[in-house]
């Protein structure tokens, strides 16, 4: 769940790609997910204005 996702505190990688569901909205709950350094976005419905929610993650690369 959108909650439930901000639990994985170890979470290094996540892939979201290919899921039209995912919006931006979700991305305000991976901020407290300070491990994570691979996010990949590809065809999802997140876009720059969501990815600027995640500025606090300096390691990450992101693929949208």
């Not at 990688?13 to 931006?24: F, K, P, Q, R, Y």
């Not at 969501?50 to 390691?59: F, Q, V």
Request: glycine share 6%; charged share 20%.
């Amino acid at each position: 769940t959108d909650n439930g996702i901000s639990n994985l505190t170890n979470l290094k990688s996540l892939h979201l790609g290919g899921n039209e569901n995912i919006t931006d909205k979700a991305l305000v709950r991976l901020t407290k997910l300070t491990n994570l350094t691979v996010l990949n976005a590809r065809a999802s419905k997140i876009t720059e204005h969501g990815i600027k929610n995640l500025i606090n993650l300096n390691k990450i690369d992101i693929k949208f």
